[in-house]
């Protein structure tokens, strides 16, 4: 499995148990875990499920489009 | 409720109403100019697509900017839904999320290394000037009402009327701010089409996701705080066709007028906010 899906999976299970948390806790920290976990577990969902490009076409995919610029 | 599972709900509805809205938006503007145009749900479609495509990080990305920014992104809208329909607190605070908005085009844009992303840096900040009729607005309505607070406004126009009635120029300054938002907009010059999708242009994929997420909710926010600032107490079913009404409005001048260079939006909207102004206060006199 590589980096950025363990990360992914990392911060999918984090934001998840913050926003978890969030149900149990006074207003000022719901509302501060509802901000920081609500966008990383959406963040977290798309690095789990994003689609990865084939071996020979990685290079061609950073690279581009700023050869020449 | 629950005051997590009412900001959960809240941003769902926000995203799923905020993306139809704005496929409505593309719709109203294919119509105009002839074109048939994508379905409604498509910008919805679309969303939720970019979260399974393959996604790729520019080696000439400033990594941590790069992704962090779309995160904050995110972030500044989720506050400005948490501060709008589910606590109906100050609207201050969303003139601040407003002023971070500019801010994370501005970082957005250079954080990709792309020239085009760097040029709608520049205009993001050259921009910002035009968050004047917005600050104008607020100055007005405290003016006129004492208060900032939203839910002290809607109880203010239930009371005294709408204030769209009795602050006409005030809220024709709003709309002006509404329309420097919508897509394609004749003062969209940091989305431009010279500048292909400005700061968003090399962000691909889950971040792209992520963006269009966010534009939708972004979308929807303004429009609910111009209907409850300017039209009060007007239920669920008055938002819903407020909404549907200036997005139609909004699709109909986007279509029909050409984008503006920089130097004339920014003069435009300050122009627009300047007469406007004046004669909000000269009517609060008289």
Redesign the interface.
Known sequence: MDKVRILGYIICVASLLG?II??FTS?YL??A????C???F??S???I?????KKDE?KE??????TG? | MNLMLNIIVNILVAFLFGSLLLGLHRKVMARVQLRPGPPIVQDLIHSIKFFFKETSFPKTATYPLYIGIVVIFSAVWVTGVIEGPVLKGSLLIIFGIYAVHKIVEHNAGSSSGSPYGKLSCVRAVFSAAAELPLFAVLALVFLKTGTLNISSLISYQSIHGPLIVSMPLAAIMFLTLILSKAPYNPFCITKAKDLVTGFETEHFGVLRGLIMFTDSVAWYMLLWVFLVVFCGPIGLLGLIIGMIIITVIMGFISAVTPMLNPNHSVMTQISIAIVCTLGTVLMLII
């Not at chain 1, 875990?33 to 920081?36: R, S, W, Y």
């Not at chain 1, 499920?49 to 490009?53: I, L, V, Y």
């Not at chain 1, 995919?61 to 700023?66: A, D, G, K, T």
């Open positions: 926003i969030g149900f207003e719901t509302i875990l509802a901000i920081i609500i966008p990383l959406i963040f969902f798309g690095l499920n994003m689609a990865k490009p990685v995919r950073v690279e581009e489009p700023f610029y």
